[in-house]
């Protein structure tokens, strides 16, 4: 059996040039299947339908200032991703992969950025092994095919932490001063994405970090006045043209936004305080060891002198965004993800050691992970039998073919685990994760139909008049505006929705009552209800006629007169 080549005599990981033009096309193809899972998927309910509506109004009555949803001022969360995405309507049209394609874009950035800094900070190894098991990561391959804030604010975020580390290890003044300053305007686009822990979370970071080492020091050389007014430059303007336009603005961003989401359950988003343990091993998953050991690599790095330890830094990172979120009265699983980055750069430390027991691991891991998809696709399949059995089969030949393909290579990288260099063989591994992963979320679109409105959409656009009123009763699917191209009427309603229908009420039907003589009244009009509101009205005597259904909503139209 040939021995596993020593530390000095280890094997590279870049390939002969003989080779080049085969990992060229390896790279070609894993990159084309990073954006295959955007077009062909309906959106959901409720964040992607969501964040293609208010740019899709953005784009409609062309106020680029104040966010709308359904027709009502939504000051909930800054704008970046709505500008991004507004553009890429114009550009390239109002369809499903333009909704997604800011997340596509920022999710491969955070890999590419990953790969960067972690070549400067911790070797050219760790930096390739951290950026593949980025990608790998269930988790994050999962949100950079979903229309959320997340990926945008996560890769900021992220480049913030990596550009204040390369600050601190440039070789001159001038490289230093320039990547602080790319670090301020990385925390201002994290705030225009999704608010204060924009800027919070980096600076809380580096605060624990000096406390910890007893290092004033750390806190130096941030050039407070350039970056400060480049901070202000990015950031403010939006801040001030929308308190211009909706007074009480600051206060309900501000306050109502941030402090008491973050104090409070006003969101209705509880959860107990190890609310992200499970969410943080889902987005480890195959290299959740890895990262356990790279954890426990930066926790002895001690830092010499006054240098800052790049590997503590990180370890901190992680550990303050957890701790903050898990100490949040609002939590949702997408909260976590500006850490996975990091958390992947110490997991790929780990492995570009290039031990056995490293690549050991990772190997039984990714068999782990395997097995455990598999497992959980199928009782996913058992409780939806009836009349989703079709659905569900359909999207398990996907997951299932995923989940058999990290088991056989697995059981390949078992074999081949004397064979080759630990390194090749781990990033062996976490491609076959990656393509996995990707192979699930593109079968989600079979799903996507049971947790969309496109179906009554076209319903809706064959039976009646184009101007038909489109009533939302007692719900809110955020996707049916998005394929109707028209807001809807809320009936009774009001969910997030509630600060700018406070704003603007007459565009809402405040109750029943008011729907019933509103309807009795119409022309052509359409409606959409739970099923339970539905049978209440039609015992009621209302004149329904009912054109559709699903499991949770049902679709009725006016009678002809």
Sequence with gaps: MPAVPTAATALSISPPPGRRLAWLAVALTLLALWFVKLPDRLLTHPDEGRYAEIPREMVATGDWVTPRLNGFAYLQKPPLQY??????????????WTARLWTALTGLAAVLVTAFAG????????GLLGAAALAASPYFVVMSGLNTLDMGVSLFLSSAVFAYLLSRQAATAAAGRGWMLVAWGAMALAVLSKGLIGVALPLGTLVVYAAWHR???????????????LFGALAAPWFVLAARANPGF????????????????VHNRAGPVWYFLPILALAAGPWLVALGEGALRAWRARPAGRAVSARRFLLVWCAVVFVFFSLSQSKLPAYLLPIVPAAALLAGDALAAGTRRSVLALTVGTMV??????????????????????????????????????VVVAGVALYWIDRTHPRRLSLALLAACYVSMSLGLVGYGQLAPTRS???????????????????????YDQTLPFYLRRPVTVVAFTGELEPGIRADPGRQVPTLADFEARWESAGAAFAVLPPDTFEALRRAGLPMVLVAEEPKKVLVRKPPG
């Design 83 to 96: 500008w991004a995405t507004a553009a890429a309507y114009e550009a390239f049209g109002v369809s499903e």
């Design 250 to 265: 600051l206060e309900f961003f501000f306050l109502h936004e941030h402090f008491q989401r973050f104090t409070s359950t």
């Design 119 to 126: 070549r400067r900070l911790l070797g050219p190894s760790a």
């Design 453 to 475: 409105g496109a179906s009554f959409a076209r319903t809706i656009e064959r039976l009646g008049p184009p101007d038909a009123p489109v009533y939302s009763v007692n719900m």
């Design 369 to 406: 992970f395997g097995v455990l998809t598999f497992v959980a696709n199928e009782v996913l399949e058992d409780r939806n039998l009836g009349v989703l059995t079709s659905i569900y089969e359909a999207f398990s030949v996907w997951t299932e073919s995923g989940s058999m393909l990290l």
């Design 215 to 229: 290092d004033a020091g750390a806190l130096a050389r941030l050039h407070w006045l350039p970056g400060l007014a």
